[in-house]
């Protein structure tokens, strides 16, 4: 969908997980990855070298990505003539924001002036149906967390390329802007009208063959008081056949409710199965996902171990220990 190398546009983005979009796409496709560009207080970084705009159009970048994601999707205004001057230069601009790069007049008549794309992730481009709610062949699996940015699409991307390493079956299935830059398609979920939400999941994972593993990436929280409508179209629409539950240990409030706690695991367990066997008797909770970035190796095995035995299934950090005991659960379903 779009040109490589990539500058990844970390604006001022308060902190680390506000780049997570960033942060997503460096992880998963670093080949596409060329450099950074950091504005004044900006606390993220990549680790990639910091260019100038001159200087990325200098060493051949063809897309400037926006890799900020904050709360309402929103250009920044200080942004503007940033992403204008990579426009002039010839270099299109991709953003998976709400507030949409189209929208903006200056954006608009800089890509005229560059002749560059500006190129909006966040827009549906299908015309998608009302869920029916008829199962369909082939499995699914759904990564549901116990708030948002715990490590869902990570789950589900490690998931996927674990299966394809076995030589198994399998497609990751992006709902969200960052992994839709990711995988190139899928479906901008929280952008398509709430009554065809469901219904764009059951086109996103369509009838398949019986031993073909859709890898559903989550969204939300079932929790979350912001954001749980996402969260319940990808359990009905899914109609998963199995769940792997995410979680964060080191954070104490819901992000961006600082009124919230994070529910246990178990809520989210009874929560989301209960949900998920409506439309899916069958549904299981197949492993946990754990996030542990922000914990030391010894205290994050300490964690594991704690959860496993009390929750009687696999928990690991798929992307610090690799999703192979994910897989093996999912498989002796």
């Known amino acids: ?51 100038t705009i001159k200087e990325a159009a200098e060493a051949g970048i063809k897309t400037v990505v926006v890799g900020v994601v904050n709360r309402g999707g929103i250009i ?24 949409l790069l189209r929208d903006e007049p200056a954006l608009v008549a800089a890509a005229e002036k560059g002749g560059s794309k500006l190129h909006d992730v966040r827009v549906p481009s299908v015309k998608y149906p009302i869920a029916s709610g008829k199962k369909r062949t082939g499995k699914r699996c759904l990564a549901v967390g116990t708030d948002c940015s715990v490590g869902k699409m ?12 076995q030589g198994l079956k ?13 995988e190139g398609n899928g479906v ?27 890898i559903i990436e989550g969204q939300g929280s079932l929790f979350h008081a912001s954001y749980s409508g996402v969260t319940m179209a990808l359990v009905h629409g899914g109609q998963p056949d199995a769940l792997i539950l995410c979680h964060e240990p080191t954070r104490e409030t819901m992000r961006g409710l600082p009124d919230y706690a994070l529910p246990s695991l178990e809520q989210l367990r009874d929560t989301a199965l209960t949900l998920a066997q409506w439309v899916n008797p069958d549904c299981k909770v197949a492993g946990i996902s754990v996030n542990t970035q922000h ?9 594991l171990k704690d959860v496993e035995e009390k929750m009687g299934i696999p928990a690991v950090d798929p992307f610090r220990q690799g999703a192979g005991r994910l897989v093996e659960a999912l498989q002796c379903l």
Request: aromatic share 10%.
């Open 188 to 214: 901008p979920l929280d952008a398509v009208v709430a009554d065809f939400m469901a219904g764009s999941i059951e086109w996103l994972t369509p009838d398949n063959d019986a031993d073909h593993w859709d």
């Open 295 to 303: 914990m030391s190796e010894e205290e994050a095995l300490a964690y």
């Open 1 to 51: 969908m779009f040109e490589a190398p990539y500058l990844l546009f970390l604006g001022d983005a308060p902190d680390g997980l506000a780049a997570k979009m960033a942060q997503g796409i460096y992880d998963w496709r670093p080949e596409a990855v060329a450099g950074q560009f950091r504005m004044e207080g900006c606390k993220a970084d990549m680790g990639v070298k910091d260019m």
């Open 170 to 182: 399998s497609t990751f299935r992006a709902t969200g802007q960052t992994g839709i830059l990711i």
């Open 76 to 99: 920044g205004e200080s942004w503007i003539s940033v992403l204008g001057e990579a426009l002039e230069a010839g270099m299109d601009v991709a953003c998976g924001l709400h507030n």
């Open 154 to 165: 990570y789950t589900a991307l490690a998931i996927d390329r674990e299966m394809k390493k």
